[in-house]
């Protein structure tokens, strides 16, 4: 009789063990805002744990939002408010992009997703409003783009999608998507310099609006997918 396939059974570090039981604490309100960690001595001998890895500890629960740590003062309990989380989460993706290049796809996996859903919502609002904004922002993009102006025509174009968003009146999505742009920002103002490429993009930026003044979903959503794949495809060139 064959022996069946037995997946090892892991068991939590001492780090992950001293994470999980500040974090909690944190949360649970038991350190409340604004009060003083004990001293790292202190912490260290109460969780009867190493310094240094309690040291790690307190560095990941700082990027998270929940400490900040002033040297000569110690670590204290921050606000863990909407920013709080927002440059937390935005440091944290960008401490993971920096080791997995090719995952930056899956930023753009959720970009699509938020303004997929906002470009239904605009359609099915008939938001004249917002269809009237992205046709003037249209203007500025082409005369960016004629002035060979790239810091300003990246401005108009990542304003252009942020408009997008405001159909879904949700001020926590528009903030998520605004933290997402700012994360491909550097390599999409790359892309935007190379000759010709402002031109195309402009070009699909116009047949989006005018599928969405059309009140065509299916077919703006295909515009959209398309031309959120070409700009992985240019990133993704980048380091070739």
Known sequence: MQMPALKKISTKSTYEMILEELEQRILNGDFAQGELLPSEA???ELLGVGRRALREVLRVLELKGLIEIRKGVGARVTRNDLDSFLNSMNQNVRSYLSGNRAELEHVWELRGLIESSAISSLIQQKNVSILTKLQENLSSQLKAASQKDSQEYQKHHFAFHKLIVKALK????SMIH??????IYEPMHTTGKQPGI???VIAEHEKLVKEMKAGN???AKKVLDDHLQKSVNRISSLGK
């Open 198 to 200: 402002k031109k195309l």
């Open 170 to 173: 949700n001020p926590l999505i």
């Open 42 to 44: 202190k912490l260290a």
């Open 217 to 219: 979903f299916d077919e």
């Open 178 to 183: 605004g933290q997402l742009l700012n994360l």
